[in-house]
């Protein structure tokens, strides 16, 4: 077989994210937003857009309580140019991704089986289009990226590796390690212009960090990394074991890559160019959303190593059944989905936290100052609540975030700070849907004689509008509301 034509390679790209993306969202109970972190990019990218600088709250402080520049950039143009964001950014995940499957079937033989094998793992789908993240847009630049440095394709590195620098953290790994390939391929000579637009970004990155907000890195960093390294490992081992074992396809296309990188197979450089996306979820313990977040952007190099080696692989075996095995994995891909990606909640805490902000907004309309509002997941609720919102698991506020403490427990919620709450002493507090997972990430604080003494759990109603919360006495009180015995 030939390899496809760009414009073909486009189009059937294109068709099968578009096909695959439509059936993630049907499966996943066809949200109209993405999920609450999504939410968390809206906000910035509002405050941006309307003219506050990278704030939280309207007149805060300046954090970097998102992981991606680049993503806050792009929100911030759709929310300052469309009526209605999540489709214009669902659009454009859909082309991000359509591109790099496009970029990947150009550089194979084998179309059919490639897009067999994309189509196998429905959590890509989710994660890199209808999550509304930075998914889908990481995931273009590190195939491209990848398949730059594979084919010594000097200038094309050098032009993806700011926007590499621009879009995550963990591109210092990837630009690093994208710069020793290319010195240990093609020569150090050749390294030198990628090390020098690699160093000058990640520069001037750091020192606009250093100047605007304070900090060498974005603020989710330490509210959610844990600094004992060991337990990160054997955590990230898990996540890695755990995405392996979560989809057939998945497993084989780790087993391909492992055999690609023991016997120098055509996609060496390929697989060894990806290897900092699988080793960095280890280092950091992996991730608490369902369905391997991390590894998603992968997927499409994945999927590449796989079917340039399938026919070495299948002549050892029988034709027939050779040819059935990609329809068996697209069929057990999608089969296990529904049961296993643990996504579909993810979407309805972003809708309950933009219909709870929707009700704080109603029912304190009327007062002179907004209340402050704390939260656990803090994306969906400040999206839609006009007054202070503070985020108890430190992500957007540094107080918290930089507060001493062990930063351990459940994975990336681990911010909070008893000192800082009652430092903060907020008018509410919402509670989750889960008072077990209340109780872990707030460190017990509901059972404490002192929270007890200071709040109360009610249903409040005001203006034709109820929210079950933890209010302040001292706020009722100002409202004229009787405080519980």
Not at 124 to 135: G, N
Not at 204 to 211: C, D, I, K, N
Not at 329 to 358: K, M, S
Not at 424 to 437: I, Q, R, T, Y
């Given at each position: 077989?030939?390899?496809?034509?760009?414009?073909?390679?486009?189009?059937?790209?294109?068709?099968?994210?578009?096909?695959?993306?439509?059936?993630?969202?049907?499966?996943?109970?066809?949200?109209?937003?993405?999920?609450?972190?999504a939410?968390?990019?809206?906000?910035?990218?509002?405050?941006?857009?309307?003219?506050?600088?990278?704030?939280?709250?309207?007149?805060?402080?300046?954090?970097?309580?998102?992981?991606?520049?680049?993503?806050?950039?792009?929100?911030s143009?759709?929310?300052?140019t469309?009526?209605?964001?999540?489709?214009?950014?669902l659009?454009?995940?859909?082309?991000?991704?359509?591109?790099?499957?496009?970029?990947?079937?150009?550089?194979?033989?084998?179309?059919?089986?490639?897009?067999?094998?994309?189509?196998?793992?429905?959590?890509?789908?989710a994660?890199?289009?209808?999550?509304?993240?930075?998914?889908?847009?990481?995931?273009?630049?590190?195939?491209?990226?990848?398949?730059?440095?594979?084919?010594?394709?000097?200038?094309?590195?050098?032009?993806?590796?700011?926007?590499?620098?621009?879009?995550?953290?963990?591109?210092?790994?990837?630009?690093?390690?994208?710069?020793?390939?290319?010195?240990?391929s093609?020569?150090?000579?050749?390294?030198?212009?990628?090390?020098?637009?690699?160093?000058?970004?990640?520069?001037?990155l750091?020192?606009?960090?250093?100047?605007?907000?304070?900090?060498?890195?974005?603020?989710?960093?330490?509210?959610?990394?844990?600094?004992?390294?060991?337990?990160?490992?054997?955590?990230?081992?898990?996540?890695?074991?755990g995405?392996?074992?979560?989809?057939?396809?998945?497993?084989?296309?780790?087993?391909?890559?492992?055999?690609?990188?023991?016997?120098?197979?055509?996609?060496?450089?390929?697989?060894?160019?990806?290897?900092?996306?699988l080793?960095?979820?280890?280092?950091?313990?992996?991730?608490?959303?369902?369905?391997?977040?991390?590894?998603?952007?992968?997927?499409?190099?994945l999927?590449?190593?796989?079917?340039?080696?399938?026919?070495?692989?299948?002549?050892?075996?029988?034709?027939?059944?050779?040819?059935?095995?990609?329809?068996?994995?697209?069929?057990?891909?999608?089969?296990?989905?529904?049961?296993?990606?643990?996504?579909?909640?993810?979407?309805?805490?972003?809708?309950?936290?933009?219909?709870?902000?929707?009700?704080?907004?109603?029912?304190?309309?009327?007062?002179?100052?907004?209340?402050?509002?704390?939260?656990?997941?803090?994306?969906?609720?400040?999206?839609?609540?006009?007054?202070?919102?503070?985020?108890?698991?430190?992500?957007?506020?540094?107080?918290?975030?930089?507060?001493?403490?062990?930063?351990?427990?459940?994975?990336?919620?681990?911010?909070?700070?008893?000192?800082?709450f009652?430092?903060?002493?907020?008018?509410?507090?919402?509670?989750?849907?889960?008072?077990?997972?209340?109780?872990?990430?707030l460190?017990?604080?509901?059972?404490?004689?002192?929270?007890?003494?200071?709040?109360?759990?009610?249903?409040?109603?005001?203006?034709?509008?109820?929210?079950?919360?933890?209010?302040?006495?001292?706020?009722?009180?100002?409202?004229?509301?009787?405080?519980?015995?």
């Amino acid at each position: 077989m030939t390899k496809m034509k760009p414009i073909q390679a486009a189009f059937f790209g294109l068709l099968t994210v578009l096909l695959g993306g439509a059936l993630v969202w049907w499966l996943l109970g066809r949200p109209a937003t993405g999920i609450d972190d999504a939410d968390i990019f809206l906000v910035y990218a509002r405050n941006f857009a309307e003219g506050h600088g990278f704030v939280y709250n309207v007149g805060g402080e300046r954090v970097e309580g998102f992981t991606s520049m680049l993503w806050t950039l792009i929100c911030s143009v759709f929310w300052h140019t469309c009526a209605s964001v999540p489709v214009p950014l669902l659009l454009l995940n859909v082309l991000f991704c359509g591109a790099a499957a496009a970029a990947c079937l150009r550089r194979t033989e084998r179309p059919v089986l490639y897009l067999a094998l994309l189509g196998a793992s429905p959590a890509w789908f989710a994660w890199c289009q209808t999550t509304l993240m930075e998914s889908g847009l990481w995931c273009l630049l590190v195939t491209l990226l990848v398949l730059a440095v594979a084919e010594r394709r000097t200038v094309a590195v050098c032009l993806l590796l700011p926007l590499l620098v621009l879009t995550r953290p963990e591109s210092i790994a990837w630009g690093a390690w994208a710069c020793l390939i290319l010195a240990f391929s093609k020569g150090w000579k050749s390294a030198l212009w990628p090390a020098a637009v690699f160093g000058a970004s990640l520069l001037a990155l750091v020192g606009f960090r250093l100047s605007y907000f304070g900090y060498p890195v974005p603020n989710t960093y330490y509210a959610k990394v844990s600094p004992d390294l060991f337990s990160n490992i054997w955590s990230g081992l898990g996540y890695l074991f755990g995405y392996a074992f979560s989809n057939p396809a998945a497993l084989l296309a780790l087993l391909f890559l492992c055999v690609v990188l023991a016997r120098r197979g055509p996609g060496f450089w390929v697989a060894l160019a990806l290897l900092p996306g699988l080793g960095i979820p280890v280092l950091v313990g992996g991730d608490h959303f369902g369905a391997y977040r991390f590894f998603q952007p992968l997927w499409p190099l994945l999927c590449l190593l796989v079917a340039r080696e399938w026919l070495q692989w299948s002549s050892n075996f029988c034709p027939r059944v050779m040819k059935t095995v990609p329809v068996v994995l697209l069929a057990v891909g999608w089969l296990l989905f529904p049961a296993t990606a643990n996504l579909e909640h993810e979407f309805r805490i972003a809708r309950e936290g933009r219909a709870n902000g929707e009700a704080l907004t109603a029912m304190f309309s009327d007062l002179a100052d907004w209340p402050t509002v704390a939260v656990i997941t803090a994306g969906g609720s400040k999206l839609a609540y006009a007054g202070t919102v503070q985020d108890l698991m430190g992500l957007n506020s540094t107080e918290m975030a930089h507060a001493p403490g062990p930063h351990t427990g459940f994975k990336n919620h681990t911010g909070f700070s008893k000192v800082v709450f009652y430092r903060w002493m907020p008018d509410v507090l919402l509670c989750g849907d889960s008072a077990e997972f209340d109780a872990l990430v707030l460190q017990g604080l509901h059972s404490e004689p002192r929270f007890m003494e200071r709040y109360e759990k009610r249903a409040l109603r005001r203006n034709g509008r109820e929210l079950d919360a933890y209010y302040r006495r001292g706020f009722l009180a100002g409202l004229g509301i009787q405080a519980k015995e």
